[in-house]
T-cell receptor, first 115, second 115 residues
Framework: AQSVTQPDIHITVSEGASLELRCNYSYGATPYLFWYVQSPGQGLQLLLKYFSGDTLVQGIKGFEAEFKRSQSSFNLRKPSVHWSDAAEYFCAVGPSGAGSYQLTFGKGTKLSVIP | GAGVSQSPSNKVTEKGKDVELRCDPISGHTALYWYRQSLGQGLEFLIYFQGNSAPDKSGLPSDRFSAERTGGSVSTLTIQRTQQEDSAVYLC?????????????FGPGTRLLVL
């Protein structure tokens, strides 16, 4: 069965500092990979996704992620964090191919930003 | 509306009562998903609809949980005889099967509290 691990439960960074959130997955084939962000009391907003092709994907709000098959990782990065980035971040993996449905999520990483 | 909508936003009920949660997907999206987000379990898949049929109900935690979708659009998740452990945020997502690699777009959720 597929699984997603986000090793860091909580990360605190200073505003303007760089950020990397880790995500490792277990999946039998080439996965579809996603990063979602959730602000307090809100639903999940899609940041970016990877399906195939270029392993470095760009998303909204200045985020990017790199798929590394050899490491089964899909880490999220941002060069300079803004206070508004404080939220919880979820990595997810989905079945590939037609008929894919449920996503498997990691437990999330809560990001705090110090002014 | 442009996004997935859910109602009510918040629901407080007494143990043993039945509740109905509603999801209105993005217009034209043929697939609809329900997830549950709770403190101890993270994000869990509940059920998937393709059109009006539910080919995957594997995530429903007990027979107190049921869901239906009518007209290939609105879906209702019903919890009968609610228990305190049902307290959670119930998230709905929709996707357009066959395109956009079935990226799931989420609603704001319904926060359920069972007293």
């Amino acid at each position: 069965a597929q699984s997603v691990t986000q090793p860091d439960i909580h990360i605190t960074v200073s505003e303007g500092a760089s950020l990397e959130l880790r995500c490792n997955y277990s999946y039998g084939a080439t996965p579809y990979l996603f990063w979602y962000v959730q602000s307090p009391g809100q639903g999940l907003q899609l940041l970016l996704k990877y399906f195939s092709g270029d392993t470095l994907v760009q998303g909204i709000k200045g985020f990017e992620a790199e798929f590394k098959r050899s490491q089964s990782s899909f880490n999220l990065r941002k060069p300079s964090v803004h206070w508004s980035d404080a939220a919880e971040y979820f990595c997810a993996v989905g079945p590939s191919g037609a008929g894919s449905y449920q996503l498997t999520f990691g437990k999330g990483t809560k990001l705090s930003v110090i002014p | 509306g442009a996004g997935v909508s859910q109602s009510p936003s918040n629901k407080v009920t007494e143990k043993g009562k039945d509740v109905e949660l509603r999801c209105d997907p993005i217009s034209g999206h043929t697939a609809l998903y329900w997830y549950r987000q709770s403190l101890g379990q993270g994000l869990e898949f509940l059920i998937y609809f393709q059109g009006n049929s539910a080919p995957d109900k594997s995530g429903l935690p007990s027979d107190r949980f049921s869901a239906e979708r009518t007209g290939g659009s609105v879906s209702t998740l019903t919890i009968q005889r609610t228990q305190q452990e049902d307290s959670a945020v119930y998230l709905c997502a929709s996707s357009l099967v066959g395109t956009d690699q079935e990226t799931q777009y989420f609603g704001p959720g319904t926060r359920l509290l069972v007293l």
